[in-house]
């Protein structure tokens, strides 16, 4: 039955096969198996896939329709079953869409099902998810394609957003903290992370200053976030600390988003951040000190007090408050009391002042009288320092009499004696008491106690005294035999000792002391006549020392210095005419020192030295000549050189007799020469026998010298003809010095031994014969020896078997080595014992060969008598069979496969089969690599004999492609047992090389870099193939620029043989050493194959066959560099140059050579050194200094030369000389070596035509002085007013002077002078002379002084000339190029007048009109002075709030004491607060001194009741309920309302604050209107909404604030005080409650669980507690609240209190801060009591109830919990029979008791 396939994927199908008959009666089909059902089963399948694999779709499509198909063009007839499932990957499943499990779809005939995926629409803001849904198969007739399985679903977020905003609109901070800037999600969700950005903006508070600048900075939401859980995000805001005291300082945040799907919100999208004062911060405010403040009573009617602010800066207002209090002055009668006076510093104030009012008290006499002024602080902020300060009033001037000194000048002379002193009553009388005066001394150029006895005295008029009445005193003088001026003065002043009765008028007298004798004049000299300063100090004080007793005058001595070995500029800075200024009163041993640096050059040098020298400044002062000048020595410290051996190891043979050892400098440079010391150290070599040292051997450095620098030196080598090992010495470097620092110190030098130094050694025999088991002894001699054994001689026996074979046939038991020892003799022997061994072998006598052999290279093998042939006779055995190989030598070619190797019996007869093995070994042939390794054997039969046929084996034969020579493989027959090799026991198979195989060889390395005198190593190498021969090749050589014989010598040998085993071959080249001065050479060696070589006659024919010449290494190219030992002298041609002064002049140097060739061109370098002994001219003005300018040796040529320039000047001198240095080229130190003393020459240069000039002119065209300078205590015209100098300074300009020449100074007056000539100044008129030497650009000065004289009158800058001009004699010479300088006479600081600005104060009214008056107080105005008003505040503008002052500036004429101005009050119409200002005076003349008592005046201007009003809150604090509205006024405190004004009232969260913002009200900003005609007491009120919430809380604040409106802020005055109030939210409790109930109606616990030591009755039993839960279940809280737990009897309680347990009655807290869904348990704990008794479960209940202050706000459900007590498992009761024994008797009783019994 044929079955078909339809491609049709359908059900499985049946059909039947029924058998039936025609021939019914004879054939009957059983009706039971008629029939077949065939069942075709179906196996076509369907490939079935998804219609799509990638969906997108937003989040509020909600269906996704997909649909599962087949594909192909298969046709079904059945239903195909897919499974369907969904599969999660970012989305989550029934969150984001509704997930489908394993749900089985049917496609039908139509080929198509599809199904729904539901996606759900959240409000949650998220990043795009996924999921997958997967097709599978669910029948066996469908298969899913792979890649259309899964459909990715990609759910788009829809338009959800999420809005944010601050958390809220205020935030507060303190200073220097980091404050948490916290927004919150208002509405929405978060799945992914979004950001918004935050910037601040200064209002009140300073970025950088206050805080750091938020600029766009991101505050981050994440997934998870939402508003309901975990609803903030924070940023840190950093506030900084300026330590400044400061209100609180107010900036913005502000919000934005940059993306649409977050929201800002509008209302919360700002925020306000309060940085509030820092609580450490504080100020100092206090008096500047505690001295005692003065005032009189009449003159000074008022006294300013002027706190100051000591420490801290302001930043706003603060006050202190002063108080008085009566010391000896009582209030009122002598001054005004002042009973907390408000003093207010602003931010920026230091001080504030405010007057106290002195009384006159009618002219009563009386003392001075004090009071106090007191501080205080209200603010602890407010630290007090230095808080009281004492105001002294002085009596009454104009009561009391006048008194003073009867004369004003008194002259006297030292040796004269006491001088009387009287004081006269001018006025007055004295009545019933005393008055005392004192009299004072006071030096001015007389110095008490040398001059005079200090005079302090008191002078009394007593009573009853009158006018007229005098009283004496005396003043002792003192001849004190010091160097003083002509006169000195003192002066006496008389003042009263109660000046309030009293008026002095002649208080002061001058007493002159005139010298009475010449005392011995004083010197001046160096405080050392050497100094030593170390170069690395900076520096040394070089001191001038009073050698006298004292000085009573000034001094001055000039400081200079001159060079010896140092050199100005460069080893320290020269001194030219320094002024030491000894001041009057210096003693004996005082010292003025000048710091004179020096310059750290790190230069190694000998110690310099340079000269200081005193001269005076005036005739007749210094000492000895010997003592004014002093030497400075400069020691070099901290300089050093390294030095060092080159090699830390040499070596030298006994056949070159010496080593040269070089050692190096290797750091630092010399100027001076050091010596360094050698040592040698002795080590296996001996000092005198092995080398020779010589003493004093040392090495120098010198002048010149730097790093690089060689110093060499020649040890000679014994060469003592002893045989001995190579030895060794040490050579050490030895110095003291600290400046040398030696690195290496220490080199080997190792003696190698002489090859000359050789013993001969030989075999005493040639030949030896001896029968097995004989021992020989065989010897070797030390046959000669060219001197004396001080060593070991060592040499080795070797043996080579020849027939005989080590180990069978001989051995030995001794050591293989013969050792002469030291001082052995001639034909002393060594000897080594050979034992012949018996192997009962029939077998020819054999023999082995003793060789002598020695690596030991001072031992010569005697090559006549080398060996020793030893013969082993053998002794017969019968009993053996003997066998040979067929031949002793077999031949196979190497390409061949294989030969075959044959043995026949030679003797005897074979007694039983055996197997022979043939021992096939390595010979040159290796096994496994040129033969086939393996185990060879024949076999012989008994009766075998020598008639039988030989047998064979087959060698396998490999050929392995090396180019080898013929090699061989060893054959070898057993040689013991009883058949064993006899005749050919050995053979050889000889395998001939193939003549195919080749090797290549190469030269290595291509290129190579030698220097001369070397020998070379040339290496040839096996490049490719392998080699098993011996093969030859050549090396040939081709000059290049080096030719053969002269550079070089040719390679030996010349043809080199490779061996089996080599892969190099090498030669020497010998490259020589030609002593010329030449540049790198070359040449080239080649190699060459198969053709002869010449350097050792050894022929390479042949040899060559089988090898190639690598093409890629054919040769090698040699390059010779240059020989740094070649090298040629050279030096500078001359000595001396000569060239004389021209316009164009030069000089030619050069230098020649002195020894040795050049072959090459070599550089020298020419300098001209600006330092040496030898130069004069100097650098850029006399020459063209060079450094390094070539001077080239070409190639043959014996000289060179350089030019230098020379510069024509204009100077008259005499010849200059500069010096010239040639130096080696650093680059090629070994090209040319300057021979000593050839490197430098002097080059004179003689003076050309001269253009003879100088310029002088002043040094300044203007000097001042001031008159009576206290530098000098001098008076030229002895007036008694202390005089002062002028030092003017004339310089050389231009020029260099090389002799002297003079100008001559005088003073002059011209139309423009106003000092007059001897009133003023002494005229002059002197020569100073400019010294040879003398140079513009260095010391170029001559100066002179003019007296000034001190007229004691304030008077203007007075100015007067001097001129100068050259002397005839040198005015062709002298150009003087300014001839006036101009002398400013500045007037003497002490001569001053003093003024004030009177009175201290003002109060004013708008549109008054204040008189400023500016009055000289003390002294007379000689000159011209001006003064300026100068108005002090921030808070008035002139022209605004006042007018002038006019005039605003005043002139002071001579002989004016009085000037005014006129102030102007404006009235502006404007309201305004109280205004104070001050206006204060400054002065621009010199003597111009300002009472700063009365420096300024304080004017206030007082508040315009016309202009403004003045409002303030109509109470300090505002009570309202929460959710009510609280309204807040505002009245007119003062004023009247003419117009209709605004201000602004808003809320505020302050520092006290506790209420937030639109949480607990609603904040505002409104606007209040004052109408026209309100007046004071007239209030405007407004209402602020506060709201109602559900949280039980305390009461709560906030700040209403009153704020001007912009446009009228000069209509209203708003006091500091009175801007704010604070509002009080009380809590609505009856709006809201908390619910409270027990976390669970039942608890137990276990009697006795407690566990440890509880007990709480004491009854040593161990008690428990039950711990009962009580929630807040519903409510927030943001106060505490209290409910009541007691415990309480009930119908059901088992328990009994006390006794079970122990009642409790208490309260738990619920505190601030626990809500409902949070923080919302407390407990308590009852205390249980285990009684011991056994009894069941117990139990009592807790009540809860609300406690009586919070009943209002607490709600409670659940009132009751139950407590259960289990029984402790530990209680039980003992029970037992009350007896063990009862007794009864039958039928007496009718029953028995039996009883048990509590135990």
């Known amino acids: 039955v044929g079955i078909h396939n339809d491609d049709i994927i359908e059900d499985d199908e049946t059909f039947a096969i029924t058998f039936y008959t025609y021939s019914y009666g004879r054939v009957q089909v059983n009706s039971n198996a008629n029939t077949i059902v065939i069942t075709i089963e179906d196996d076509d399948t369907a490939l079935v896939g998804i219609s799509n694999t990638q969906i997108s779709i937003y989040e509020d499509s909600l269906d996704i329709n997909l649909c599962a198909l087949p594909f192909g063009s298969l046709v079904f007839e059945t239903t195909l079953t897919v499974g369907v499932s969904t599969e999660s990957h970012t989305a989550t499943e029934n969150g984001d869409y509704f997930g489908i499990s394993s749900t089985n779809l049917n496609i039908k005939s139509s080929g198509l099902v599809c199904f729904d995926v539901h996606i759900t629409e959240d409000s949650i ?562 000092a005198g026998d092995d080398y020779s040292v010589f003493s004093n051997v040392s090495i120098l450095y010198t002048y010149g010298h730097s790093a690089g620098s060689l110093q060499c030196f020649v040890v000679p080598i014994v060469d003592d003809i002893y045989i001995e090992d190579d030895e060794t010495f040490n050579v050490s470097l030895v110095t003291d010095l600290l400046t040398v620092v030696l690195l290496p110190q220490v080199t080997t030098v190792t003696i190698l031994q002489d090859p000359l130094d050789v013993a001969i050694l030989g075999l005493l025999n040639s030949t030896v014969s001896s029968e097995e088991g004989n021992i020989i002894t065989l010897c070797a001699e030390l046959e000669s020896a060219v001197g004396e054994l001080h060593k070991s001689l060592y040499a080795t026996a070797t043996f080579t078997s020849a027939s005989a074979d080590y180990g069978l046939d001989f051995n030995t038991s001794h050591s293989l080595e013969l050792v002469f020892p030291p001082n052995s003799s001639l034909n002393d022997l060594q000897c080594i014992d050979i034992h012949l061994l018996t192997d009962l072998l029939l077998e020819e006598s054999e023999n082995f060969i003793f060789h002598l052999i020695s690596s030991d290279p001072a031992v010569v093998i005697n090559n006549t008598a080398d060996i020793i042939v030893v013969t082993i006779i053998d002794v017969p055995d019968d009993n053996v069979v003997g066998i040979s190989f067929t031949s002793g030598n077999y031949t196979v070619a190497e390409n061949e496969t294989s030969i075959y190797v044959c043995v026949e019996i030679v003797f005897g007869s074979v007694g039983e089969n055996i197997n022979v093995t043939i021992t096939i070994t390595d010979g040159t042939a290796i096994g496994g690599e040129d033969f086939e390794q393996s185990n060879y054997t024949v076999t012989f039969a008994v009766g075998d004999s020598i008639d039988t046929p030989p047998q064979c084996v087959r060698i396998e034969i490999i050929d392995d492609g090396a ?112 002593d010329i001065l030449n540049d790198e050479r070359n040449f080239t060696i080649r190699l ?343 108005v002090q505040s921030n808070l008035v503008k002139e022209g605004v709030d006042f007018i002038g002052p006019i005039p605003s500036h005043l002139t002071f004429n001579s002989g004016e004491a009085l000037h005014c101005a006129d102030l102007t009050i404006v009235d502006d119409a404007i309201p305004q607060p109280e205004r104070n200002f001050s206006v204060g005076i400054t002065g621009s003349g010199d003597g111009l001194i300002i009472d700063p008592n009365y420096s300024s005046v304080d004017i206030t201007i007082v508040t315009d009741p016309k202009d403004a009003i003045m409002l303030k809150f109509s109470e300090d604090i505002y009570e309202v309920q929460e959710g009510l509205n609280a309204s807040v006024c505002v009245f007119i405190k003062s004023g009247y309302s003419s117009i209709e004004t605004r201000v602004v009232l808003m809320t505020k969260s302050g520092e006290t604050s506790t209420a937030t913002p639109f949480v607990d009200y609603t904040p505002v900003a409104k606007e209040l209107i004052f109408r026209e005609g309100l007046s004071v007491g007239d209030t405007v009120c407004t209402e602020v909404e506060t709201l109602q919430d559900a949280v039980v809380e305390n009461m709560e604040t906030f700040e209403v604030l009153l704020l001007t409106a912009p446009e009228d802020v000069f209509k209203i005055i708003i006091l500091p005080d009175d801007d704010r109030a604070i509002v009080n939210i009380a809590d609505g409790a009856q709006y809201k409650t908390v619910e409270i109930k027990p976390k669970a109606a039942l608890v137990s616990v276990t009697e006795g669980g407690g566990g440890g030591s509880i007990d709480f009755n004491g009854d040593s039993v161990t008690d428990s507690s039950v711990i009962v839960t009580y929630e807040l279940v519903a409510g927030i809280l943001e106060r505490n609240v209290s409910v009541r737990v007691a415990t309480v009897s009930s119908d059901t309680s088992t328990a009994v209190p006390n006794k079970d347990y122990l009642g409790i009655n208490t309260t738990i807290t619920f505190t601030s801060g626990q809500r409902y869904d949070g923080d919302n348990q407390q407990s308590v704990s009852v205390p249980v009591i285990n009684d011991d008794i056994l009894e069941g479960s117990e139990t009592f209940v807790l009540l809860l109830s609300p406690t009586l202050e919070d009943e209002d706000v607490v709600n409670i459900t659940d009132d009751i919990t139950t407590v259960v007590i289990n029984e402790d498992p530990n209680d039980g009761v003992k029970i037992g029979f009350i007896t063990t024994r009862y007794t009864v008797m039958e039928g007496e009783d009718s029953s028995i008791a039996v009883c048990a019994e509590l135990l």
Do not use: W
């Not at 010598?1049 to 010349?1054: E, Q």
């Not at 001569?1391 to 708008?1406: F, R, T």
């Open 125 to 686: 803001l998220e990043s795009d998810e996924d999921f997958y849904v997967v097709l599978s198969s669910a029948s066996p007739k469908v298969v899913v394609a792979q890649g259309l399985d899964i459909t990715t679903i990609t759910i788009h977020e829809d338009e959800d957003t999420i809005a944010v905003g601050f958390q809220m609109q205020e935030f507060s901070t303190v200073e220097g903290e980091v404050a948490l800037l916290c927004a919150q999600i208002y509405n929405g969700s978060l799945e992914k992370e979004v950001a918004v950005y935050v910037t601040s903006e200064s209002i009140s508070a300073s970025a950088g200053a206050d805080y750091v600048t938020l600029i766009n900075e991101e505050l981050k939401f994440v997934s998870g976030q939402s508003n309901f859980t975990n609803t903030t995000s924070c940023i840190e805001l950093i506030t900084l600390d300026d330590s400044a005291l400061e209100n609180t300082e107010l900036l913005e945040v502000k919000m934005f988003n940059v993306s649409s799907d977050v929201l800002v919100n509008s209302e919360m999208n700002e925020a306000d951040v309060h940085i509030v004062e820092d609580a450490n911060e504080s100020v100092t405010v206090g008096f500047q000190s505690e001295e005692t403040m003065k005032v009189q009573e009449k003159i000074d009617q008022t006294v300013l007090v002027c706190p100051l602010l000591l420490s801290g800066s302001l930043e706003r207002e603060i006050s202190v408050y002063a108080t008085t209090a009566d010391i000896t002055a009582t209030a009122p009668s002598d001054y005004s009391n002042t009973s907390f006076e408000k003093i207010t510093f602003s931010s920026g104030d230091l001080q504030k002042c405010f007057t106290i009012a002195i009384n006159d008290d009618a002219n009563v006499l009386e003392s001075v009288e004090h009071f106090q002024v007191t501080l205080n602080a209200l603010d602890t902020f407010i630290n007090i320092s230095i808080g009281t300060t004492v105001v002294e009033i002085l009596e009454d001037p104009v009561d009391g009499i006048t008194v003073g000194l009867q004369d004003h000048f008194y002259l006297t002379q030292e040796i004269t004696g006491p001088l009387n002193v009287c004081i006269e009553m001018f006025n007055g009388n004295l009545e019933s008491r005393n008055v005392s005066f004192t009299l004072e001394s006071k030096d001015v150029t007389a110095i008490a106690p040398g001059d005079y006895l200090p005079l302090q005295t008191q002078l009394v008029f007593i009573s009853e005294q009158a006018t007229g009445a005098v009283v004496c005193t005396q003043l002792h003088v003192i001849d004190d035999n010091v160097v003083e001026v002509n006169l000195e003065d003192l002066d006496l002043s008389l003042s009263a000792d109660d000046p309030s009765v009293s008026i002095v008028t002649a208080s002061v007298a001058k007493v002159s002391i005139e010298e009475s004798d010449n005392d011995v004049a004083g010197s001046i000299v160096f405080s050392s006549t050497a100094y030593n300063a170390s170069e690395d100090s900076g520096g040394i004080d070089v001191c001038a020392v009073i050698n006298v007793t004292g000085l009573e005058r000034n001094l001055t001595v000039l400081l200079s210095s001159h060079e010896n070995t140092a050199r100005d500029g460069e080893d320290y800075n020269p001194l030219s005419n320094i002024p030491l200024h000894f001041s009057s009163g210096a003693s004996s041993g005082d010292q003025l020192c000048h710091f004179v640096a020096i310059t750290d050059d790190s230069i190694l040098e000998e110690n310099e030295t340079f000269t200081v020298s005193l001269f005076p400044f005036e005739q007749g002062f210094l000492g000895d000549d010997n003592l004014v000048e002093a030497v400075v020595t400069i020691i070099d410290t901290g300089d050093y050189i390294e030095v060092g051996f080159q090699q830390t190891a040499y070596s030298g043979s006994e056949q070159i007799q010496e080593v040269m050892i070089c050692t190096e400098m290797l750091s630092g440079q010399l100027e001076r020469s050091v010596t360094l010391g050698i040592e040698f150290l002795d080590g296996t070599a001996r």
């Open 963 to 1074: 180019v080898e020579n013929d090699e061989s493989i060893h054959c070898a027959l057993p040689s013991h047992g009883p058949i064993h090799g006899f005749g050919n026991a050995n053979a050889n198979v000889i395998i001939l090389e193939d003549t195919n195989d080749t090797i290549k060889i190469g030269l290595q390395p291509f290129n190579l870099s030698v220097q001369e005198n070397i020998s070379l190593v040339i290496c040839a190498e096996i490049t490719e193939g392998i080699l098993e021969r011996d093969v030859c090749v050549s090396l040939a050589v081709e000059n290049g620029s080096a030719i053969e014989g002269v550079d070089f010598i040719s390679p030996t040998p010349s043809d080199l043989t490779f061996s089996s085993s080599d892969e190099v071959q090498c030669a020497i080249v010998t490259i020589l050493d030609d």
């Open 1088 to 1430: 060459l194959v198969g053709e002869t070589g010449e350097g050792d006659n050894q022929s390479c024919e042949g040899g060559g066959i089988g090898v190639e010449v690598d093409t890629n290494m054919p040769s090698i190219n040699i390059d010779i560099e240059t020989d740094t030992d070649d090298f040629v002298t050279v030096a500078l041609s001359s000595m001396s140059y000569n060239v004389t002064e021209s316009p164009n002049a030069v000089v030619s140097i050069c230098a020649k050579v002195e020894a040795g060739e050049i072959g090459r061109d070599v550089m020298l370098y020419l300098y001209t050194p600006v330092t040496g002994q030898a130069l004069t001219a100097t650098p850029n003005l006399d020459f063209i200094p060079i450094a390094g300018e070539e001077m080239k040796f070409t190639k043959g040529s014996s000289s060179a030369c350089a030019d230098i320039v020379i510069i024509q000047d204009v100077f008259v001198e005499e010849d200059e000389v500069f010096e010239v240095n040639v130096l080696p080229n650093p680059q090629d130190l070994y090209g040319a070596v300057i021979q000593p003393g050839g490197d430098r020459a002097i080059v004179v240069i003689s003076d050309g035509e001269t253009d003879n000039g100088v310029d002088i002119q002043p040094s300044s065209p203007s000097v001042s002085i001031s008159e009576g300078e206290d530098e000098m205590t001098l008076d030229f015209n002895n007036d008694g007013l202390l005089d002062s100098q002028v030092m003017v300074c004339f310089e050389l300009a231009r020029g260099n002077l090389q002799r002297n020449i003079t100008v001559n100074v005088m003073t002059t007056t011209s139309n423009t002078s106003e000092a007059t000539l001897n009133e003023d100044y002494i005229g002059i008129d002197v020569d100073l002379t400019f010294t040879s030497g003398q140079k513009s650009s260095g010391d170029n000065q001559q100066c002179t002084l003019i007296p000034i004289l001190n007229d004691n009158i304030l008077e203007c800058n007075e100015t007067f000339g001097v001129s100068v001009e050259a002397i005839p004699e040198d005015r062709d010479v002298v150009n003087i190029t300014t001839e006036f300088v101009t002398v400013l006479l500045m007037e003497d600081s002490t001569d001053s007048v003093i003024v004030g600005l009177l009175p201290a104060s003002y109060s004013v009214s708008e549109n008054d009109t204040v008189e400023l008056c500016v009055q000289i107080l003390n002294g007379t105005l000689g000159c011209n002075m001006s003064l300026t008003f100068e």
